[in-house]
């Protein structure tokens, strides 16, 4: 059989027996049983099935891969509530110099004073944006974060003698928060959202009682709207004995310029791969540090880090691990969290100082509202308009349910046509409230062009679907995958292959 492309071989149709890219030297120590050295009922009956190809393969081969992916650094990716902006190549090399990358995670505290003092400096620095004065970095992702915060809300009713057994979370938060109330034993109680897309305060009254543990709450919210009612939602959550949680997934918008702690919220999660431009995506590393108040501080996960002595004279400090917290919830992980994401993040915040960060976003504010007043101009809030049409933070949700009725796509299809565009689609069906949800995130590091050209080529899809909705209905066109059944995929995994 005749390829049309060299490149539609498979890694596994590239092997040939006993081809190597690598020959390991003869041994210059004396050789051992392997018996000695694995026990047999530890070993393989038979030998894996590997390709055995050379090294220009290897690397073609990975090259080739990595080019089959949509990525940051080669396409827009405006997708909402999840902030993908440009990660800086200098974070990069900061966190790849051999004290930072070579530095073993069981140091002793003595030998590792660089380290823990950029730990020590960055959770001075969160706290201070989180307008809290105690932090831990301990959580590995934003998830981890908000196990992390429902375990604190739980040590902090239980050291006071109360058992509550709710979690209240409004109807247009991200998934992972009654994921994480379920697995902290709490009951999840949905509050519902106004017209205006403003948790609905009556709502919010009528279930906060005295058995209510935690809000968890993100504001600017999942529909890219400020709480307008943050002031009384306090109020009434703090007038059961409940605590405040923030999810701070969308920070992006307000740093610099709001504090969750201001506002008075009690516990506040970080994404640093969202927010502070640590890469993230394909399965990590993340980092979701907390940050806290007064009263959360006794129970935070140990062992924190902490600096001793040293007064006005920073040359006199030392940095230390601090075990001796009784009424700590124990440890999160192993370690004391991801080091090289800290150093990308800390690079990030020192690179940018506080005009810097409040400069991103008062640009991401500004990048998404000029989006959505440029949808507006093309005439594409005709067919999508905007679910809440207010002045938005850094994202905003369009509804697709007219252009279902009146163009005869949905806005999953349209989300596959962009691919062609070489856009990667916005967030699709979600926040579930919203019929037909297209839910985007332009961030600050995207240019006026750029923008202008994702709002062009969204109308002219629309355009397009007047005259023949089939193109949108098949797309993608030309992506190395075509349109897969993914309802079948998700009902039918196939979770091992063999060759």
């Known amino acids: 059989m005749i390829r049309e492309a060299d490149d539609e071989l498979t890694i596994f ?56 992916n949509f990525d940051l650094d080669t396409g827009f990716y405006p997708l909402g509530s999840c902030t993908m902006k440009h990660n800086p190549k200098l974070h990069e090399r900061i966190a790849a110099l051999p004290g930072h990358a070579h530095l073993h995670p069981l140091q002793d505290p003595a030998r590792a004073q660089g380290a823990l003092e950029l730990m020590w400096r960055l959770q001075q620095a969160l706290g201070e944006l989180a307008g809290l004065p105690h932090v831990s970095l301990h959580p590995s992702a934003g998830a981890h974060g908000e196990l992390a915060g429902v375990l604190l809300t739980r040590a902090f009713h239980e050291d ?7 979690v209240l979370i409004p109807d247009t938060a991200h998934g992972t928060n009654p994921a994480t109330v379920t697995m902290g034993g709490y009951h999840v109680v949905a509050v519902g959202t106004d017209t205006q897309g403003n948790v609905d305060l009556d709502d919010l009254r009528a279930k906060a009682s005295d058995d209510v543990a935690c809000l968890m709450l993100t504001n ?5 709207l400020f709480e307008t009612g943050i002031e009384e939602i306090e109020r009434i959550v703090h007038g059961v004995g409940a605590t405040l949680y923030y999810d701070g997934a969308n920070l992006n918008a307000i740093m610099g310029i709001s504090r969750p702690g201001d506002m008075g919220f009690d516990i506040v999660h970080f994404n640093l791969h969202k927010t502070f431009t640590q890469p993230h995506g394909g399965g990590g590393p993340g980092a979701g540090p907390i940050a806290v108040s007064e009263r959360i501080e006794p129970y935070l996960p140990r062992p924190q ?23 700590s919830i124990g440890r999160l992980r192993g370690f004391q969290g991801n080091y090289g994401v800290f150093v990308r993040s800390y690079a990030y915040i020192r690179s940018l100082g506080a005009p810097g960060l409040r400069e991103v976003s008062e640009i991401a504010v500004l990048n998404a509202n000029y989006l959505l007043a440029k949808l507006r101009q093309e005439g594409v809030l005709e067919y999508l308009p905007a679910a809440y049409d207010r002045l938005c933070m850094h994202e905003f949700v369009l509804s697709g349910a007219p252009m279902k009725r009146e163009l005869k796509i949905r806005t999953l299809d349209l989300a596959k046509r962009l691919l062609d565009f070489g856009v990667h689609p916005p967030t699709v069906y979600f926040p579930l409230i919203v019929d037909e949800a297209l839910l985007i995130e332009p961030t600050e590091t995207e240019t006026k062009e750029t923008l202008d050209r994702f709002a062009e080529r969204v109308a002219a899809i629309l355009r397009e679907a007047r005259e023949d909705p089939e193109i949108a209905r098949g797309a993608p066109h030309t992506t190395p995958v075509r349109r897969l059944d993914e309802a079948g995929a998700a009902r039918r995994p196939v979770l091992r292959q063999r060759f």
């Open 13 to 68: 149709e590239r092997s040939r027996a006993g081809r190597r890219a690598f020959v390991a030297p003869s041994l210059d120590v004396p050789e051992r049983p392997l018996d000695e050295l694995l026990a047999p009922a530890l070993r393989r009956a038979e030998p894996p099935r590997l390709p055995e190809v050379a090294e220009p393969e290897i690397v073609r081969h990975f090259t080739r891969i990595s080019k089959r």
């Open 160 to 166: 006071r003698g109360e058992h509550r057994s709710k």
């Open 220 to 224: 600017p919210s999942t529909v890219g």
């Open 305 to 327: 880090v902490v600096r001793r002595g040293g007064g006005s004279d920073e040359a006199d400090a030392v940095y230390d691990l601090d075990y001796d917290r009784p009424k």
